[in-house]
């Protein structure tokens, strides 16, 4: 077929790695993906829902709680303790890297296995809009998004317009949306896209910035106030020590979901 006749590539903001798991984590997975990994019908690819899938997440958690949802939870740090430590709440992990899924089922083991968790492996941007409905989430977490340093992937960042398109209109009225970055790069990118969303305001407009020691570049132009402190219970992953080790400094960022009221009488 010549190049030009060929649907151009998705771009997506993940390279799917090594998916051989461990024995220790196929063990676990053996025995307890059934109860906590999701498994909607799949579409084109194994990372995309089916035309018809939803999720009812009455049936999925067993009530109707506040919803949290993590973005790329990885090994499942902050996943888990928060799902222990917060009853009250249901949360589910979105992850595509099925190692990281199946390192999450052994601490979620490990914490006890809450029933308020669960693991959807599918891509976000494309699966979250197609299964839950507009205002379902409580709080949004992306802790440590893959970076993309190098100018011609900055279009792979996960926080890009197509991402907060497809999540923005998910988060319910007040709902918080927190991020965090060891690169000060990516800090920059993110504050200039969702300081400029209507849908968002800063939870700490004076807020200060982490520090003036990173040994990345700053840009000139990254803004002096509007910083988020460390979020309380955000445990500190191994993402975020291999930032720490190399000298960056830690981006917090917060928002809040302003009333729908106020955004379409604007
Ligand atoms: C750098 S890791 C950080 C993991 C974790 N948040 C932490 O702080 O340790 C980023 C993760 O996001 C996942 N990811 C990237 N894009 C994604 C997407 N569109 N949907 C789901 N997961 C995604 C990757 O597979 C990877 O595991």
């Given at each position: 077929m010549p190049a030009e006749d060929r649907a151009p590539r998705e771009v997506v903001s993940f390279v799917r790695r090594g998916e051989r798991l461990s024995p220790g984590r196929q063990d676990a997975w053996d025995r307890l993906a059934a109860t906590y990994?999701?498994?909607?019908?799949?579409?084109?690819?194994?990372?995309?829902?089916?035309?018809?899938?939803?999720?009812d997440l009455e049936q999925v958690f067993g009530r109707r709680s506040e919803l949290v949802?993590?973005?790329?939870?990885?090994?499942?740090?902050?996943?888990?303790?928060?799902?222990?430590?917060?009853?009250?709440?249901?949360?589910?992990?979105?992850?595509?890297?099925?190692?990281?899924?199946?390192?999450?089922?052994?601490?979620?083991?490990?914490?006890?296995?809450?029933?308020?968790?669960?693991?959807?492996?599918?891509?976000?941007?494309?699966?979250?809009?197609?299964?839950?409905?507009?205002?379902?989430?409580?709080?949004?977490?992306?802790?440590?998004?893959?970076?993309?340093?190098?100018?011609r992937h900055h279009k792979r960042r996960l926080i890009n317009p197509p991402f907060l398109d497809a999540v923005l209109p998910l988060l319910a009225d007040g709902a918080t949306f927190r991020l965090a970055t060891d690169w000060a790069q990516y800090a920059h990118h993110m504050r200039s896209l969702l300081d400029a969303r209507p849908e968002l305001e800063l939870l700490y407009p004076d807020g200060p910035a982490p520090g003036q020691q990173t040994s990345d570049t700053v840009p000139e132009d990254l803004p002096a106030t509007g910083w988020a402190p460390r979020f309380e219970g955000r445990v500190k992953t191994s993402f975020e020590s291999k930032g720490q080790r190399a000298g960056r400094l830690v981006w917090d960022l917060a928002y809040v979901r302003v009333s729908r009221h106020r955004t379409t009488d604007a």
């Open positions: 990994v999701l498994d909607p019908p799949r579409g084109e690819r194994d990372t995309l829902p089916g035309p018809d899938a939803r999720l949802v993590e973005v790329g939870s990885g090994l499942g740090e902050n996943l888990a303790a928060a799902a222990a430590e917060h009853p009250e709440r249901d949360h589910l992990g979105v992850e595509v890297y099925r190692p990281g899924l199946a390192q999450t089922l052994r601490r979620i083991e490990r914490a006890g296995e809450p029933g308020n968790v669960r693991l959807l492996p599918l891509d976000a941007q494309r699966a979250l809009p197609a299964l839950l409905p507009e205002g379902a989430i409580s709080q949004l977490w992306v802790y440590f998004p893959d970076p993309w340093p190098k100018s």
